[in-house]
DNA sequence: TCCTAGAATTGTAGCGCTACAATAAAATGT
DNA sequence: ACATTTTATTGTAGCGCTACAATTCTAGGA
């Protein structure tokens, strides 16, 4: 409790002070600010002026309770170890700021954090809440349904918490496979997700084994890894499917730098690439442009998850529901297949 | 403002309904929440189940608004394009944490995004605000002092917003320089970023210099890159240095993300590192260890850095003032160097 | 049984802003 | 010049919670 009596303004700066130093009611205060195009111009300026002067910060907390509504989003990010929200983070900031809200983060590396993460941003009344698709707390979903705020979730689908937003995953799993197999790869090494990223993960593997009965491959190098975002994984599966079956041709990794920690096991050991094995990642990393050889990658439209998902909150109830909102995806041939 | 009035939330609980399902006055609901131990043990179980029943999330703006304090700490955050900044936000969000706070983050790439992030968080009235060492807006000082915020610049030294936390910049530029002189290394190219990150860059050089100096050793090769986030700096300096100087035999750059892309040039080039040409990195990233040859870098003790600025932020008046906090560093040998 | 002290619960006013309504001032029409 | 309409400014009550104070309840001692 005294370090709560600690954080407290030395000196609270209010519309009062403000009004009274312009000459002009509170109220007036609150329309310069609120509704501009409700004061007169001379008055506004001088109010403005007045307010820059004293350094006048307007308590956005008081104007959500009275107003009822926030203009602020809470995102929940599961990492920020690599790069991986970059560019959806980017998407949400900007179509966000393009209707006058902005947008807090929170990190949460597990699905306890998480919940944590999400009463708080609930408790902060967000104007809308942005998750991502992961395994998460059984309460969360209970939590955030009955708090009545606006929800999607990134990369799910059909089982969004919300509505999902995503691109199609499997769609994307499919077409690397098969650019895979059009390089004339046979024995291809699919890497999974445990512990699920939800569908960010769970629907390439079905896609990868349709692909290959479709091509009359077999498909049951699969290897699994805890995290998928870390270069060691990489290095860990060359390891496991080499002593699997030496004939392997092809690896098909969850992420960029899982890719790329791979390759870097291939170069220490000697292993040509893709002379010898073919390495294909997935999230278009700056890493993959730099390493040699330059990483094949599915790129998803990670901006465009984010915008659709800003887009999905602010909008009306009808777009909160449906089907999962579907952005694009390219698939990047390069060096390394 | 028909984006606001959407935001509303159609079903709204407050403390008054747990209250009548609970069959106690608000002011218990209130006390059960915010002062536990004021409340018997049999009383708080039943309010408790019954608002965990009714999905009850307090009303954090509410609490801060009548409380005149928050929980929540906002913290500002240049880049998420890599994991420059991971370890920090881990120190900062442990440390809020064991003392009942939360940490929320928002992302700011421009000097005039950092400072429509602050009066964001400001007017969110957080408990503290955590910037970090870069370029500001000519404002922001001004504004955040006049809130009386609490506030620490993570990276900044003597001419911090607020309190600095770093570590000896100038100190572990020295010891690298050093180590590089130990290895034999002679033409030796320092890698500047302009426009400033503050003190996290504009330490280093003068230091190094200082080194080169009492080596007796020529301190000319000095390349400066626009950003210290990208691969392709590295690749750049590599290109510049050798137009400049063939017989350069080692590099310093400013993070473990140019470094690495400085390797990858030489890998293209087939210069042998560090048979031909040492290269040095900053910052300790997770590359630095799978890339071969592993690379020498500086590691900063980032997440006490953002352990140090939790405590001044949270700490007593006296904490905010003085000298920078100062946390330590290593220089960590590897193949690279 | 009554009194006192401490614990538990509840009451009151207000935090800073704003939705909505009321009032005042300015502009327009006859 | 006066009446009406429109624009600009201000007044009121309350958003959900809580610091502080007041009241009620419980336990222990005389």
Known sequence: MSDATDSRQPRKLTMQDVARAAGVSPMTVSNCFRYPERVQEKTKSQVMKVAAELGYVPNLSAGLLAAGSSRVIGAVLPSMRNSSFYRYTVGLREAAAERGYAVITMIAETPAEELAAAQTLLGLRVAGLALIAGPHARELKRLVELSGTPVVEAWAGEDAIGRGVSYDVGGASSALTRHLIAQGRRRIGFVDVAGGGGMRYSMRLPAFRREMFAAGLADDLVMTVRAADGFGAGAQIIDDFLARDR??????????????????????????????????????YDIGRQITPTLTTVAPFSDAIGRGAVSILLGDEAQRRGAPLLTAFNILPREST
């Open 247 to 284: 004939r392997i041709d092809a690896v098909l990794c969850p992420t960029d730098v899982v890719a790329a920690g791979a390759i870097f096991e291939c170069n220490r050991r000697g292993l040509s690439v893709p002379g010898g094995i073919a390495v294909a990642g997935w999230g278009d």
